[in-house]
T-cell receptor, first 114, second 114 residues
């Protein structure tokens, strides 16, 4: 089954404790992206990657890091989480090329930073 | 830069009634337009998209949307809703050649009541 998976689905952590949220897709997509969803703000892009070893900042990159060493994986790293990073996080992927191709979303990771 | 406005944060409607969820966008260039649905505790799923051509676009689950360039709108409609349509709906825009970036609206919570 074609899908985007994220782990963990739920995470409660404390301020300053480094964490990684994994994202993996099995559709051989070149493009991957991370979003955060906050009430009243919709989804905002954190980082994206056009292909292996190619990443760039989205609209709200502060406090986050990413890496793209393999095509299928795009982990999101919070080196020193803070309470304002409490949010619902989504990973998405799509193939590049073509017109208006659909992005496929993972099920989300709900992060709480205390 | 492009932006999306969803003026209605919540829309209550009775089952079998028609519904319209409003979406307006702003862009200095041509755009691609999307509607995504998020069911409780799930990721986002594409409902429909407008790339070019016919301004009336039909999607899954009986939804349709009409692109109106002069009013810069892309409203989502369904003639008769079901309880199972209760979800959050997001309008999104991307720009051709814009690096695959999706800009989302703030979402509309559709609540279908008996």
């Amino acid at each position: 089954e074609a899908q985007v998976t994220q782990n963990p689905r739920y995470l409660i952590t404390v301020t300053g404790k480094k964490l990684t949220v994994t994202c993996s897709q099995n559709m051989n997509h070149e493009y991957m992206s991370w979003y955060r969803q906050d009430p009243g703000l919709g989804l905002r892009q954190i980082y994206y990657s056009m292909n292996v070893e190619v990443t760039d900042k989205g609209d709200v990159p502060e406090g986050y890091k990413v890496s793209r060493k393999e095509k299928r994986n795009f982990p999101l790293i919070l080196e020193s989480p803070s309470p304002n990073q409490t949010s619902l996080y989504f990973c998405a992927s799509r193939p590049t090329g073509g017109l208006g191709l659909e992005q496929y979303f993972g099920p989300g990771t709900r992060l709480t930073v205390t | 830069a492009q932006s999306v406005t969803q003026l209605d944060s919540q829309v209550p409607v009775f089952e079998e009634a028609p519904v319209e969820l409003r979406c307006n966008y702003s862009s200095s260039v041509s755009v691609y337009l999307f509607w995504y649905v998020q069911y409780p505790n799930q990721g986002l799923q594409l409902l429909l998209k407008y790339l070019s051509g016919s301004t009336l676009v039909k999607g899954i689950n009986g939804f349709e949307a009409e692109f109106n360039k002069s009013q810069t709108s892309f409203h989502l409609r369904k003639p008769s809703v079901h309880i199972s349509d209760t979800a959050e709906y997001f309008c999104a825009v991307s720009v051709p050649g814009g690096g695959n970036k999706l800009t989302f609206g703030t979402g509309t919570q559709l609540k279908v009541e008996l």
